[in-house]
C-alpha cells in the first residue's frame, strides 16, 4: 500500500463553521505534511509532523489546527476560516523525516471552499 | 536549499522524448536533486532524484552536468498523460535549516499534444 488517503475530497464552509480534514497513510512512515496550494500556484509547506511531534509550523494562523493522534493519521482542525482559505489541502508523508535521499508521497487533496 | 530556475512553459510532440532543463547554480555538494510533477488537480508525484550520478528509473532519467549547476529530465516517450506541471527541487541531504521541508517553485508547464 503505497497510498496517502485524504478525505473528504471536497468540502464547502461557512466561515463560522468548525471542520476538519482527514489523511492517512500505512507505509509506517515517520513524518507527515500539510501543504496548502491555491489555484495556479506551486504546493506551500504548513506543518511538519516527525514522529507524532509538531516540528515544523510555517507560521500559520492559528486557525488552522494540526493534530497527529497516531503515526498513521494526520488531521487538520479548521475553525473561524476566511473566504481567501480557500485551496486545495495536500496530506503527504515520508519515511525519514528529514527527507534525506528519499521520496514524499502525496494524496489527491482536499479541495476547500469558505463561502 | 538552492535556488532552482526552470522554464514556464515546454511543448512536446507526442511519442517525443521530453527534455526538461533546471537550473541549480547555486547547489551544495551534499544537495539532491529531485523531480515531482503535478498533474491537474491531483497531488505531486515523485519522479526521480540523484546526487551526482545520472539515474534512470520506469519513469524517466536524470541527468546531472558534472559541475551539478544544472539538470535535466528526460521523458523518453512523452503521452498525453504527461502533460503537467514539473517541478525541479533541491534539497539538502542532512541537516541544516530547511530539514524535513520539501519547498517547491514555479515548475514548468509540460504540454503533450498530438
Known amino acids: 500500500d503505497t497510498e496517502v488517503t485524504q478525505t473528504p475530497k471536497h468540502l464547502v464552509m461557512g466561515m463560522t463553521n468548525k471542520k476538519s480534514l482527514k489523511c492517512e497513510q500505512h507505509m509506517g512512515h515517520r513524518a507527515m505534511y500539510w501543504y496548502k496550494q491555491k489555484a495556479k500556484k506551486p504546493p506551500e509547506l504548513m506543518f511538519v509532523?516527525?514522529?507524532?511531534?509538531?516540528?515544523i509550523n510555517e507560521s500559520v494562523p492559528s486557525r488552522f489546527s494540526p493534530e497527529c493522534p497516531n503515526s498513521s493519521l494526520l488531521n487538520l482542525h479548521l475553525h473561524a476560516l476566511q473566504p481567501e482559505d480557500s485551496a486545495l489541502y495536500l496530506c503527504a508523508s515520508s519515511q525519514d523525516p528529514g527527507l534525506m535521499n528519499t521520496e514524499a508521497f502525496f494524496g489527491q487533496g482536499t479541495r476547500l471552499t469558505v463561502v | 536549499d538552492a535556488k532552482t530556475t526552470q522554464p514556464t512553459s515546454m511543448d512536446c510532440a507526442e511519442g517525443r522524448a521530453a527534455n526538461l532543463p533546471c537550473n541549480h547554480s547555486?547547489?551544495?555538494?551534499?544537495?539532491?536533486v529531485y523531480w515531482y510533477r503535478q498533474i491537474h488537480s491531483q497531488g505531486p508525484q515523485y519522479i526521480i532524484h540523484?546526487?551526482?550520478n545520472n539515474e534512470t528509473n520506469e519513469m524517466a532519467s536524470l541527468i546531472i552536468t558534472e559541475d551539478r549547476k544544472s539538470s535535466t529530465l528526460i521523458l523518453p516517450h512523452a503521452t498525453l498523460r504527461d502533460t503537467a506541471v514539473y517541478y525541479c527541487i533541491v534539497r539538502v541531504g542532512a541537516g541544516g535549516t530547511s530539514y524535513g521541508k520539501l519547498t517547491f517553485g514555479q515548475g514548468t508547464i509540460l504540454t503533450v499534444h498530438p
Open positions: 509532523y516527525s514522529y507524532e511531534k509538531l516540528s
Open positions: 547555486t547547489i551544495s555538494g551534499n544537495e539532491y
Open positions: 540523484g546526487l551526482k
